[in-house]
């Protein structure tokens, strides 16, 4: 009797410990004296676009099919649409039972999964979903109606009180045991990946799972005491920089949660709600999947965006002539990642100084971020353009002068991405068009020359930015 195949699909978590998934699978195959076997589908949607955000995850792929060699497993690459993709797994494996996955709840997820489902319904091969992308799934956190948040903080205060799930258990050491040695299920796939490989050209540093254990490690132990106090200064290393291996699932969010409960102290309890942000805003997609390209403020949903080809590519390259807009421009594209008090600034100054539609951030952003979240981003675009669940009031406009002097008085991050600014004198780092020409022959920087002008008057847009938002009832 031919042994029963119980099968992980990998979509954006690449890694072994608290795997959800892989412990369901790996239960099965022992139960049934079965064997595992592992694959990825690569989606036609992301398959030619190898911009940094893609880059970096199909190089995070590359690096966990690696990994899997090593530990004498192989991880099958499957392409083509998800009908193509699904019935060539069937097909080349007869003795397929089940299909373990970890949930995912973007309406892009959604659509893709139930692709899958539908092609392979009238097989006898079940799909079996287990929790793993959050620390609380979208569904979890409720009001006592049943209903769901739309603020944040009621919604952390419940999040906070709740149990926290433990990790799931680490069999990886004895996964080969149930290893069957398939060959490759298809060379197309193969052949498919290699080619998206061949055009990710950007050299990332400590890509996968050991790289995100060492620097969670790293960041419980030395930074997270202080993150409190120097999270929102972007010229310090503060933050945890872990979200990149987040997005990859190269870590687990849960695994983060509890290094950090463990750790105790105010920088652990200021970052743990940080991951109370990052469910909320799952959350909000989930249970408002709309909101993925529109506005969740209906009234906002009509708003008189400009359209500007010039001002949003002078934002997408950090040319506004506002210094820290365009450092934490610069900054993105050069890593794919940016301060998070930096990416409240630029999408602030996008939407209430341009009067640019949130939407075209978000698309750069994603195209960009390493890190990038689907909820996260769209969530963060409407809260800094005042449309979304529990924004920024419309009437908040940023300064970028004033974040500039609070975040970075001595200016050192904006010379740092800014280079044509590295010699200009604290007094004028953030406004160096005020700069006296004399200040600027001495620090080589002629202002509409070596660096912009303000492309806009802040005082100006920010009085045409409230009377838009008020003109909609406001």
Known sequence: MTQPTFAVWFRNDFRFHDHPALEAAWNAAEEHDGNLMFFFHLHPDFQHNTDSSNDYFFQTAASFKSQCEEAGLKLHILSGTVEEAFSLLAERTSSLREIF??????????????EAFRTLE????????????????????????????????????????EDKPAEADDNHDQFHKRYHPHQSLSADGEKAFEQV?????RK??????????DRLEDFIDDRIAHYDKERDSPAVAGTSRLSPYIRTGALSVRRIYHAAADK??????????????????????????ETADQEFQEKFRS???????ENLQAWQEGRTGFPIVDAGMRQLNETGWMHNRLRMITASFLTKDYHIDWREGEAYFADKLIDHDPASNVGGWQWAASTGTDAVPYFRVFSPIRQSERFDPDGSFIRRYVTELADVPDKWIHEPHKMPEEEQQQASCTIG????????????ERKKAIEMYQDKGE
Not at 276 to 285: E, N, S
Request: proline fraction near 7%; hydrophobic fraction near 30%.
């Open 101 to 114: 996955y970890i949930e995912d709840y973007t309406p892009f997820s959604h659509e893709r999964d139930s």
């Open 122 to 161: 009238k097989s006898d091969i079940q799909f079996t979903s287990t929790p793993g992308s959050y620390i609380h799934e979208p569904d979890e956190i409720v009001k006592n109606d049943d209903t769901p948040y739309k603020v944040y903080t009621p919604f952390s205060r419940k999040w906070l009180q």
């Open 197 to 201: 490989l061949s055009s990710c050209s």
């Open 204 to 213: 990332w540093q400590a890509l996968g799972e050991a790289a995100a254990l």
């Open 264 to 289: 105790g102290g105010q920088g652990a309890e200021t970052f743990i709600k940080e991951l109370a942000w990052r469910d909320f805003y799952a959350m909000i997609m989930y249970h408002f999947p």
């Open 303 to 309: 708003l008189e965006w400009v359209t500007s080809k």
């Open 449 to 460: 020359e070596d660096y912009p002008e303000p492309t806009v008057d802040h005082k100006l």
